[in-house]
C-alpha cells in the first residue's frame, strides 16, 4: 500500500467512525483532527464519492529565479545612483517602464551587496564622486566616510593573543552531578579553543580559569594575551579584574545588550552546544564533571586539530597550524 492509498483507508475510516458513533466531535476526538477538516472530506465524497478523498497532489513549486545578469546589475547600479532617494520599489517600477522587469528584493540585494542598500550609503557615493570632480569633501561627508568604514571593519587580530574572546555558557542540572557550566575561550586570529567544566560561573571560577588554563596554553606555545574580551556579567569583575591586572592583560566589556559583538566565542560555544554536547547526551550517561571534561577535550582536540576551517583568518588551516606555529616542531599540539 502506497502512502497516498494509507492517508485515502484512514480518511474514508474517520468517517466510518463518525456513522458509527452518531457523534462527529467525538469521532475527531479519537483521531486528534478538527470537525472543520472533518466536514471537508464530508463535502468532497458527497461531491466526488470515495475517490474524493485522496490526497491532491500539489504542482511543483517555482525554482529559484536565474541569477542576476551583469547588464542588469548594470542598470539597477545607474540608475540608482542617478536616483539616490529612491528605494528599490520605486527602481523595479522605473525599470520596468523600459523594458526590464526585476523584482525589488532583487534590487534591493543587488545594491547590499555593492554597500548601497541604505539611501545614505547612496548619497554618500554621490556626494564622494562630486567631491572628486569638484575638489570639495565636506566634514559632515569626511566624518560619515569613517564611520562606514568602523563599521565594516572586524576585529584586529594579527596573531594569537592580540584578542581572545571568553564567555560562560550553562550546560544545565545533570541528575547525579549537579549544575554545570562551561567556560569558554576563542582567539580572535586563529579560532583556537579552550573550555573547561565548572560547577558555577563566578568571578572566582573565570578567573582561574584565566591563570590555569587559558594563559598556560598561550605560552606554552609562545604567545602572550594581549586582550580580552568578555560581556558584562558579575562573573567577570572582581576576582577576574584582579587577575587581568596581575597578568597585564587588558579586559575590555561588551557594550550592554551588545552580546554579538562578542561573536568569536558565542559562534564557538553554538558549535559545541549543536555538535558536540546534543550528541554526547544521547550516546553517553555522564555521572561526574571529569567525565564531561574528558568528553569536551576530546572534542576540542578535533575541532583544533582536525576539523575543517573554512573562514578568512584560517584559509583553510585548522587552528593548531597557526596557534602551534610560534612554538615550533619541538612543542607538541596537544599540549
Same mark, same amino acid.
Given at each position: 500500500?502506497?502512502?497516498?492509498?494509507?492517508?485515502?483507508?484512514?480518511?474514508?475510516?474517520?468517517?466510518?467512525?463518525?456513522?458509527?458513533?452518531?457523534?462527529?466531535?467525538?469521532?475527531?476526538?479519537?483521531?486528534?483532527?478538527?470537525?472543520?477538516?472533518?466536514?471537508?472530506?464530508?463535502?468532497?465524497?458527497? %461531491?466526488? $464519492? &470515495?475517490?474524493? #478523498?485522496?490526497?491532491?497532489?500539489?504542482?511543483?513549486? @517555482?525554482?529559484? =529565479? !536565474? +541569477?542576476?545578469?551583469?547588464?542588469?546589475?548594470?542598470?539597477?547600479?545607474?540608475?540608482?545612483?542617478?536616483?539616490? %532617494?529612491? $528605494? &528599490?520599489?520605486? #527602481?523595479?517600477?522605473?525599470?520596468?517602464?523600459?523594458? @526590464?522587469?526585476? =523584482? !525589488? +528584493?532583487?534590487?534591493?540585494?543587488?545594491?547590499?551587496?555593492?554597500?548601497?542598500?541604505?539611501?545614505?550609503?547612496?548619497?554618500?557615493?554621490?556626494?564622494?564622486?562630486?567631491?572628486?570632480?569638484?575638489?570639495?569633501?565636506?566634514?559632515?561627508?569626511?566624518?560619515?566616510?569613517?564611520?562606514?568604514?568602523?563599521?565594516?571593519?572586524?576585529?584586529?587580530?594579527?596573531?594569537?593573543?592580540?584578542?581572545?574572546?571568553?564567555?560562560?555558557?550553562?550546560?544545565?542540572?545533570?541528575?547525579?552531578?549537579?549544575?554545570?557550566?562551561?567556560?569558554?575561550?576563542?582567539?580572535?586570529?586563529?579560532?583556537?579553543?579552550?573550555?573547561?567544566?565548572?560547577?558555577?560561573?563566578?568571578?572566582?571560577?573565570?578567573?582561574?580559569?584565566?591563570?590555569?588554563?587559558?594563559?598556560?596554553?598561550?605560552?606554552?606555545?609562545?604567545?602572550?594575551?594581549?586582550?580580552?574580551?568578555?560581556?558584562?556579567?558579575?562573573?567577570?569583575?572582581?576576582?577576574?579584574?584582579?587577575?587581568?591586572?596581575?597578568?597585564?592583560?587588558?579586559?575590555?566589556?561588551?557594550?550592554?545588550?551588545?552580546?554579538?559583538?562578542?561573536?568569536?566565542?558565542?559562534?564557538?560555544?553554538?558549535?559545541?552546544?549543536?555538535?558536540?554536547?546534543?550528541?554526547?547526551?544521547?550516546?553517553?550517561?555522564?555521572?561526574?564533571?571529569?567525565?564531561?571534561?574528558?568528553?569536551?577535550?576530546?572534542?576540542?582536540?578535533?575541532?583544533?586539530?582536525?576539523?575543517?576551517?573554512?573562514?578568512?583568518?584560517?584559509?583553510?588551516?585548522?587552528?593548531?597550524?597557526?596557534?602551534?606555529?610560534?612554538?615550533?616542531?619541538?612543542?607538541?599540539?596537544?599540549?
Amino acid at each position: 500500500m502506497t502512502l497516498e492509498d494509507s492517508v485515502h483507508v484512514s480518511r474514508l475510516h474517520v468517517l466510518q467512525r463518525a456513522h458509527e458513533l452518531g457523534n462527529v466531535s467525538a469521532a475527531c476526538r479519537e483521531r486528534g483532527l478538527s470537525r472543520t477538516v472533518f466536514y471537508r472530506w464530508k463535502r468532497r465524497i458527497e %461531491t466526488y $464519492g &470515495p475517490d474524493g #478523498l485522496h490526497p491532491k497532489r500539489h504542482a511543483p513549486r @517555482r525554482g529559484r =529565479p !536565474p +541569477s542576476l545578469g551583469s547588464e542588469d546589475e548594470r542598470a539597477i547600479l545607474a540608475l540608482a545612483l542617478a536616483w539616490p %532617494t529612491w $528605494g &528599490p520599489q520605486r #527602481l523595479s517600477l522605473q525599470l520596468a517602464r523600459g523594458g @526590464r522587469y526585476i =523584482p !525589488p +528584493s532583487t534590487i534591493y540585494r543587488a545594491l547590499r551587496r555593492r554597500g548601497l542598500g541604505t539611501r545614505k550609503e547612496r548619497l554618500l557615493v554621490l556626494e564622494y564622486r562630486s567631491a572628486g570632480t569638484t575638489g570639495l569633501l565636506t566634514d559632515r561627508t569626511r566624518k560619515a566616510l569613517l564611520e562606514a568604514r568602523a563599521r565594516k571593519r572586524h576585529v584586529q587580530a594579527r596573531k594569537p593573543g592580540d584578542h581572545v574572546s571568553l564567555d560562560s555558557f550553562y550546560i544545565g542540572k545533570l541528575k547525579g552531578v549537579g549544575r554545570v557550566w562551561q567556560l569558554t575561550a576563542c582567539d580572535a586570529a586563529c579560532s583556537y579553543a579552550v573550555a573547561k567544566i565548572v560547577p558555577s560561573a563566578t568571578a572566582r571560577e573565570t578567573a582561574r580559569f584565566l591563570e590555569e588554563t587559558v594563559q598556560p596554553a598561550y605560552r606554552h606555545a609562545g604567545w602572550e594575551i594581549c586582550q580580552v574580551l568578555t560581556d558584562q556579567g558579575s562573573e567577570y569583575r572582581g576576582a577576574f579584574d584582579a587577575a587581568c591586572r596581575r597578568l597585564g592583560i587588558r579586559h575590555v566589556r561588551t557594550k550592554p545588550r551588545h552580546a554579538w559583538t562578542n561573536g568569536f566565542v558565542e559562534r564557538l560555544q553554538g558549535t559545541i552546544l549543536h555538535d558536540h554536547w546534543r550528541v554526547e547526551f544521547r550516546r553517553h550517561y555522564f555521572t561526574s564533571r571529569n567525565q564531561l571534561q574528558r568528553s569536551l577535550d576530546r572534542f576540542l582536540r578535533f575541532y583544533n586539530d582536525d576539523r575543517p576551517h573554512l573562514g578568512y583568518r584560517t584559509r583553510g588551516r585548522t587552528p593548531s597550524d597557526i596557534f602551534w606555529g610560534a612554538a615550533g616542531p619541538q612543542h607538541s599540539r596537544k599540549g
